[in-house]
């Protein structure tokens, strides 16, 4: 390869100056190469890459940090490498299409194209559009309004977090983009997305099965091809500490099992409780943001036996409030699960649990299930602590029929869990498989602590109404 350069010495001025921008310029564009067909590359530099680059997988239901908008940003490029095309791309809102599809140092369109063949770049938040040297145009949209798009013709898009879409518009935002695309010769879109279980997200991805299935079977090749992907298959990539806080936190929970591992939680058949019930937008508010609470509730399922293999003693400490922020026009009160908690205990161990949580969490009521022969455990929790307000309460109908009302709070998005994902991993983990048929079905503790939660605050006809008589505890402000 040596032998092959040309001579220095033999060369004049301009074709030496013409051959160092040469060498220059190629050495720009291997730098900017980003597959790679190295069998297990893990995306860190090795023989013939001096850069990092795509991993061997990175060819989209994929975990947090797995680099699905590089891989997403770069396909885009590679379409808008050839000349006069229209490309979408398509975020939650106007404000993320800028800063993460465009602007992003790291994954962005403008950190993967080259800046010699970008002619004008326009990041305003009313319109973001780049426009290359080739003709190529690359505009940018948010997804609250599927209007937004009507009357635009595109040859491909890129929809980015589309599990993040609101899902009462996402289904007709990406129906809109195929109407945009009807022209065109190949019309194709990149979706990067971590996985929600949303109706618009499942509906793809059941598309994509019923393809794959039916090409094995001999039929077309499919057209809509899932690429999933843990987080980490990129720890060469990421910061060790955030890697490690992120396990420490969401490893081994329903949600863990979505933004780490890209899984696709699939709802039980029968199940009260949905999975895209506990991913509507503002479910996990941070504490600091929750409004002044009107009541809060230590609710107590206890176990009705003492021995090694009995029940676990399910506790749930929730409050009702009004939202300092509506959606649409919904000023009904929340509830808001503020901890959750089982394990065995005794009695006597469960009634100072349950007034360590009273006091902790300023409650005004410990509500107490006392079905099975537990009426005594009031007066027990009075010999523990006689400063404790109770209240006991016996279940009339089956499991199901008493978590039902409480599910449909959840359906309205008028319920929220405060704080760390993990706290509630184990009564999620319940709500989504409890279907209540047959007596072989494990007594889910936790989730009977949290109903009786929600009873108390919303649902229980016999309760006080609260603001002296007017209770709004269904209905909005008056």
């Not at 094995?216 to 809509?224: A, M, N, S, T």
Request: glycine share 8%; net charge negative.
């Amino acid at each position: 390869m040596i032998e092959s350069f040309a001579d220095p010495s033999a060369m004049s001025l301009e074709q030496l100056t013409a051959e160092v921008a040469g060498l220059v310029r190629a050495d720009e564009l291997s730098a900017r190469r980003w597959a790679c067909e190295v069998p297990g590359c893990d995306g860190l530099p090795h023989e013939g890459w001096l850069h990092h680059h795509a991993r061997a997988a990175q060819r989209l239901l994929t975990g947090r940090g797995w680099g699905k908008s590089r891989t997403a940003a770069e396909a885009v490029w590679e379409w808008a490498k050839t000349p006069g095309l229209q490309i979408a791309v398509v975020a939650k809102n106007a404000t993320l299409v800028r800063d993460i599809c465009f602007d992003s140092p790291k994954s962005g369109l403008l950190s993967v194209i080259p800046t010699e063949d970008v002619a004008k770049y326009n990041s305003s938040l009313g319109e973001t559009t780049l426009r290359l040297k080739n003709g190529t145009l690359i505009r940018g949209f948010g997804a609250e309004t599927p209007d937004n798009l009507r009357g635009w013709a595109f040859d491909k898009a890129w929809c980015d977090e589309y599990a993040a879409w609101s899902r009462q518009t996402a289904q007709e935002v990406y129906d809109m983009l195929w109407f945009c695309r009807r022209e065109a010769d190949t019309p194709q879109v990149v979706i990067s997305t971590t996985p929600k279980p949303l109706p618009h997200v499942k509906r793809l991805v059941e598309r994509a099965r019923m393809q794959e299935k039916a090409h094995r079977d001999g039929g077309e090749p499919p057209r809509v091809v899932l690429t999933r992907g843990h987080m980490r298959e990129n720890d060469a990539n990421l910061s060790a500490a955030a890697r490690a806080e992120l396990e420490e936190e969401y490893a081994g929970t329903r949600l863990g099992r979505q933004e780490l591992s890209g899984e696709l939680l699939e709802d039980v058949e029968g199940a009260l409780w949905k999975g895209w019930m506990l991913e509507v937008e503002g479910f996990r508010p941070r504490p600091e943001h929750l409004p002044d609470l009107q009541r809060v509730v230590v609710a107590v399922d206890p176990a009705t036996k003492n021995h090694e293999n009995a029940d676990m003693t399910g506790f749930t400490v929730a409050g009702r409030g009004f939202p300092v922020e509506t959606m649409f026009g919904d000023d009904r009160p929340r509830g808001y699960l503020l901890h959750c908690e089982q394990d065995q205990h005794t009695p006597t161990q469960a009634m100072k649990r349950a007034a360590k949580l009273y006091h902790e969490h300023r409650a005004d009521c410990v509500v107490i299930e006392a079905n099975n022969g537990g009426d005594y455990l009031p007066a027990l929790l009075e010999q523990v602590d006689p400063t404790v307000n109770w209240r006991i309460v016996h279940a009339t109908r089956g499991k199901r029929a008493r978590a039902a009302p409480a599910a449909q709070l959840y359906e309205q998005a008028r319920v929220h869990h405060v704080g760390a994902a993990r706290v509630f991993a184990e009564l999620e983990e319940q709500m989504t498989t409890f279907v209540g048929q047959g007596e072989t079905e494990d007594s889910p503790d936790l989730l009977d602590s949290a109903v009786w939660a929600l009873w108390d605050l919303f649902l229980d006809p016999t309760m006080p109404p609260p603001r002296g008589g007017d209770d709004q505890r269904l209905s909005g402000r008056r």
